[in-house]
């Protein structure tokens, strides 16, 4: 299994000895080995350190923020992605978070896996999150970036070659491959086009035994 974030909505956030039976947990999306920049700004409405609603410690180690906020927050920073590959995911993205059954007040972040890949106690690793999530201008300039509209290569004739080279056989060289803009994989490392209200920890199923 890899070690992933996990972001849901919940209606309440997360106390000590709290009464379970009124919260609801709605999966939202999970991404494999990172936290990406997506869960970072739709963490971004007045965040703020919590218990884990997934693993049993007394620790604040998930973070919750505004729901309404965030989503707002990610619909400006995506609003400045001109790249046509990316906007049938931004599209997809604002319908999945807009729909009402996946709205709630918070959303909460669990990157308990991923702390766990570091030596770092796991609430310091929490509360660093919590302040990139309070400073992400860096992180957002950065991911913009990566996601301008590639440069077109302009192809370039080999140079002739001269006497001396002819006469002992050398071949002219190609100019070498420049690397190409991944469009894709940079969507995909923005948090995009995971959607999804079934993560590998599950509480929807909580509802069903209760009926």
Same mark, same amino acid.
């Given at each position: 299994?890899?070690?992933?974030? &996990?972001?849901?909505?919940?209606?309440?956030?997360?106390?000590?000895?709290?009464?379970?039976?009124?919260? +609801?947990?709605?999966? #939202?999306?999970?991404?494999?080995?990172?936290? /990406?920049? +997506?869960?970072?700004?739709?963490?971004?409405?007045?965040?703020?350190?919590?218990?884990?609603?997934?693993?049993?410690?007394?620790?604040?180690?998930? $973070?919750?923020?505004? &729901?309404?906020?965030?989503?707002?927050?990610?619909?400006?920073?995506?609003?400045?992605?001109?790249?046509?590959?990316?906007?049938? /995911?931004? !599209?997809?993205?604002?319908?999945?978070?807009?729909?009402?059954? *996946?709205?709630?007040?918070?959303? #909460?972040?669990?990157?308990?896996? =991923?702390?766990?890949?570091?030596?770092?106690?796991?609430? +310091?690793?929490?509360?660093?999150?919590?302040?990139?999530?309070?400073?992400?201008?860096?992180?957002?300039?950065? !991911?913009?970036?990566?996601?301008?509209?590639?440069?077109?290569?302009?192809?370039?004739?080999?140079?002739?070659?001269?006497?001396?080279?002819?006469?002992?056989?050398?071949?002219?060289?190609?100019?070498?491959?420049?690397?190409?803009?991944?469009?894709?994989?940079? #969507?995909?490392?923005?948090?995009?086009? $995971?959607?999804? *209200? =079934? $993560?590998?920890?599950?509480?929807?199923?909580?509802?069903?035994?209760?009926?």
């Amino acid at each position: 299994m890899a070690n992933r974030s &996990y972001l849901y909505s919940t209606n309440i956030i997360p106390e000590p000895n709290q009464n379970e039976s009124s919260r +609801v947990l709605t999966g #939202i999306s999970e991404y494999n080995y990172d936290i /990406p920049i +997506v869960f970072k700004v739709l963490l971004s409405g007045n965040p703020q350190a919590c218990i884990s609603v997934i693993w049993d410690s007394a620790e604040k180690i998930a $973070l919750i923020g505004d &729901y309404q906020t965030g989503v707002q927050n990610l619909e400006e920073f995506l609003a400045k992605i001109v790249l046509p590959e990316a906007q049938v /995911p931004i !599209a997809e993205a604002l319908e999945f978070l807009k729909d009402p059954k *996946n709205q709630s007040q918070y959303f #909460i972040l669990e990157c308990g896996e =991923i702390f766990e890949m570091s030596e770092t106690p796991v609430e +310091v690793q929490n509360l660093s999150l919590l302040n990139q999530i309070k400073n992400l201008q860096p992180e957002i300039a950065a !991911a913009y970036q990566l996601l301008l509209p590639p440069t077109p290569v302009v192809s370039k004739q080999p140079k002739p070659i001269g006497f001396l080279a002819k006469l002992f056989g050398r071949r002219p060289t190609s100019p070498k491959a420049l690397p190409v803009h991944h469009s894709e994989q940079a #969507i995909y490392d923005l948090g995009l086009g $995971l959607w999804s *209200n =079934i $993560l590998y920890f599950d509480f929807s199923e909580s509802d069903d035994d209760q009926n």
